[in-house]
T-cell receptor, first 113, second 115 residues
Framework: DQQVKQNSPSLSVQEGRISILNCDYT??????FLWYKKYPAEGPTFLIS?????DKNEDGRFTVFLNKSAKHLSLHIVPSQPGDSAVYFC????????????FGKGTKLTVNP | EAGVTQFPSHSVIEKGQTVTLRCDPI?????LYWYRRVMGKEIKFLLH????????ESGMPNNRFLAERTGGTYSTLKVQPAELEDSGVYFC?????????????FGNGTRLTVT
């Protein structure tokens, strides 16, 4: 029973364009959401987060949008760069912070020069 | 600042053997977590230490897994005896405090292969 779903295993975009990664969740108790980026043979690296009391959080080229009614969040990367090529994991917690994160399976983003 | 370090990076053992994974968190981080990613599946929570105490071990799959954090510094995760389904990548993570604004910092993981 997957509580966090990333339905697109992969995404390919051109350099300079927008990358949109999507994530759906089923547990209405989740109150904190995070995106992690992972390069091969490395651990996940924190990218950006959003609390359930907000619907948008922005950090440089990265913006996360949260639609609580649809139980959906998305990560926008603008403009996309080849160095953004990695696996992106959506994660959620019902404890208000990063404790006991529930991860999605990840989406592999490829940014083509 | 040194990151979270895990040792070994790879381990190949036979079914029935014992393996011990080690994690050194970032200095000063009281919270230490173990996660596991089995091939093709999502990263799953195993347990959470606050200093030397187990805050939450609800993700531990069975009693073949034993985690310790003596002295509240480094942690070990022992699998005894190992089974084929234990193969995967074991990640350790640490954070300075709980709650908002304190994201997890992950190590590079230990890839365990049980043959």
């Amino acid at each position: 029973d997957q509580q966090v779903k990333q339905n697109s295993p992969s995404l390919s975009v051109q350099e300079g364009r927008i990358s949109i990664l999507n994530c759906d969740y089923t547990n209405s108790m989740f109150d904190y959401f995070l995106w992690y980026k992972k390069y091969p043979a490395e651990g996940p690296t924190f990218l950006i987060s959003i609390s359930s009391i907000k619907d948008k959080n922005e950090d440089g080229r990265f913006t996360v949008f949260l639609n609580k009614s649809a139980k959906h969040l998305s990560l926008h990367i603008v403009p996309s760069q080849p160095g953004d090529s990695a696996v992106y994991f959506c994660a959620a917690s019902s404890l208000g912070g990063s404790e006991k994160l529930v991860f999605g399976k990840g989406t592999k983003l490829t940014v083509n020069p | 600042e040194a990151g979270v370090t895990q040792f070994p990076s790879h381990s190949v053992i036979e079914k029935g053997q014992t393996v011990t994974l080690r994690c050194d968190p970032i200095s000063g981080h009281d919270n230490l977590y173990w996660y596991r990613r089995v091939m093709g599946k999502e990263i799953k929570f195993l347990l959470h230490f606050v200093k030397e105490s187990k805050q939450d071990e609800s993700g531990m799959p069975n009693n073949r897994f034993l985690a310790e954090r003596t002295g509240g510094t480094y942690s070990t995760l022992k699998v005894q005896p190992a089974e084929l389904e234990d193969s995967g990548v074991y990640f350790c993570a640490s954070s300075q405090r709980q709650g908002l604004g304190s994201p997890l910092h992950f190590g590079n993981g230990t890839r365990l292969t049980v043959t």
